[in-house]
């Protein structure tokens, strides 16, 4: 008898990485650009205020890979 095997259709597991990949991507940009030259919006006036950037990253990957965890198929 053949076992079956619990595999995610491919599409979806993709999808998800892609996500989570372009959050990255675009944190890290807003990041850079913060170092460079201030944003200019509230709490983010200063050169030195990229941490604040970091910290909101870091949950917002955070929330991603829970909701990923417990949306798994």
Same mark, same amino acid.
């Given at each position: 008898m053949v076992e079956r095997k619990n595999v995610q259709p491919v599409a979806i597991s993709e999808t998800k990485n892609a996500m989570t990949k372009t959050i990255a991507v675009l944190l890290i940009l807003a990041m850079v650009i913060q170092? @460079?030259?201030p944003l200019g919006l509230p709490g983010l006036r200063r050169r030195g205020d990229f941490w604040k950037l970091a910290v909101? !990253?870091?949950? @917002?990957?955070? !929330? !991603?890979? @829970?909701v990923r965890e417990f949306t798994k198929m």
């Open positions: 170092v @460079i030259k909101f !990253a870091f949950a @917002i990957w955070s !929330a !991603a890979l @829970i």
